[in-house]
Structures are given as C-alpha cells and as structure tokens.
C-alpha cells in the first residue's frame, strides 16, 4: 500500500520495544531511490510489532504483542503519529497481525490462538471494546510449536466478503464471516499439511489464487480461490529454499509477498537469513524457486513491496535494520540498494 501524505511519501516501521525497538518509527521514502530516511518515533505503546493503515491513509493502527493484548490508533498529520485514545484490549494474548476491514480492526492474536474484531468510530479512533473475538481450536504434531491454536495472520480476501486467519498451530486457515454488528462467524476451516505450520497467506493480485507460507516446513501452499462461495483449495507445494526443506530447525519462513503484477513471489526466511525469488507461470499454479539473496540482514522478520513493483524492503529484527532493494523488472532478484537502522524491526509499511 503506498501512496503521499501531503507531498512527502512516507514509511512506517514497527518494532518491539523489548528488544531495544524505538517504537514506531516514520521514515520518509525517495520515490526514485526507495530509500529511507528515518524523520522521528513513537513510542507510546509496548512492541507495537506490525501496523496497518486506513483505507484514506490518515489513521495508523498498531498492535501491542504483550501478554495483555492490545491495538492503538494513531492519527497522521505531520512526521510523528499522534495517539488517538488510549489503546484497547483485544480480548486475546500476544497479537502479531493487524489488517482494517469493514469498519474494524482485526487482530491475529498468536498466545490466545484467536481472532478479534474491534470496530472503528468515525474519526478512525478505536470503540473501547472489541465487538468479536472469535477462538481457534486444534493442535499439530509438533511437539513445542503446535500444542495448541497460535493466530498469526488475519486478512480480508480481495472481494471483501471473507476474512481469512492463518493458524500456525492447527496447520489450517479458516474463512470466516464479519457481520455488520462485528461478529466473526466461522463459514469453513481448510487443513494444510500436517506439521507445516501456516504463517502467512498472500493472494494473486488477480484475486482466485492464494500462497501460504509455511514456517515450520519451509514452503508455500498453493491455493485455488473462489470467493463466491468462500473456498480456499490447496493444489501443491513448492519449496522456498534449495535442498531439503523439513527438520534442520534452522530455517524459518516470515514473510510472503507478490508482486503488484502477479509474475513473482518474495519469501523471507529467518536462520537463513535470505529472500527467496520464485517465478509464477501464468494461471499462478506453478511457483517455481528462481534464486535466493542475501536478505541484508539477520532475521528478516517482514517483506513489503511498492506498489510500484520497483522496491522490496527487509525488516530485520536481530539485526535492527531495514534493507531496500532494487527489483530486476525481468527476473525479480532484489538487489540490495542501502539500509537504515530500525532496532528490533519487525515490520514495515507505506502510507
């Protein structure tokens, strides 16, 4: 999502205040270069790890990853966000995703292993209470990660009609229903491969193909999507990394985007600290694995791309920086164009 606030394109990168994270940092953005230069921060909630913005771009929100639970909304009128009242309980432990749907925020909450709606006023400002947290149950077979739900992405598919979540911990994604009052209201649960682990689903700009990017299994879920009638249909796997790609316990996939004009795919892989390229053919069924690149960091935590398709950005957390890329528009390996430092980095966006 990119677009100008005033004349300046801007940058919003969260981070986790625990780790030595400034908070939500605002960077401006060259529209040339895609570089960033960091301009201020705000540090007024706790691990404020991943953001969204508003469909008119002039609201930010933020969760707060604490046991607790919580998102905060900030209003945009200069270089640094202000607060817009004070953050609200999501009903949920650790939240770690945040997308604006439908007059409501929602948040994957990855400790509880639940999803929350928590509706908007007018203003863009937060109602007190959520309207809908809706609980996922299950486990998988592995023995540490998978003993109970874990929430970690929750997303409206790209008719509007569906949210999606993606849970880690029951090796499953489940379609589900946000009605006018803001209740979440289960429609079906799509298993994925047993010890995969789901993290992240991307969907083809073309809007009937989804990608699921599995973190403890290193690989993407393909998926046919039919959002008539809410089905998500896994079709094949392919591999993120060169050579085997179960069991090391050193590889563990983040992040998954596709590019604005639905011929590639970027992975981020923690422990390896890489981006992995694959080349989609046209019906988007077949990803094929074309290199993969130093990430310009250690533990790239998030990927995002410009709308432009011309810039991709590494959020690398262990290492507290944000790396830019160039986008080759022929093949789509990111070449590596600068850094800034972002301690504890753990997301990035653009307004």
Known sequence: MVGRQGDRQRAY??????????????????????????????????????????????TLYAVSETSAGAVAAYHLKGDKPEQAGAPVPVGGAAPTHIAVHDGHVLTANYGSGSVTAVPLRPDGSLAPAPSGVLPHSGTGPHPQRQQGPHAHQVLPDPSGDWVVSVDLGTDSVRVCELTAEGELLPHREVALRPGSGPRHLAFHPRGDRAYVLNELAPTVTICTWDAADGTLRPVGEAAVLPGPTDGDGEAFPSQIVVAPDGRFLWTATRGQDVISVLALDEDGLRPRLAATVPCGGHWPRDLAVDASGRFLYAANERSGDVTWFAIDPGTGIPRRAGSVAAPAASCVIFD
């Open 13 to 58: 990168i969260g981070s986790f205040t625990a780790a030595g994270g400034a908070g939500i940092l605002t960077a401006a953005v060259d529209a040339d270069s895609g570089a960033l230069t960091v301009l201020g921060a705000t540090d007024t909630v706790p691990d404020p790890s991943y953001l969204a913005l508003s469909p008119a771009g002039d």
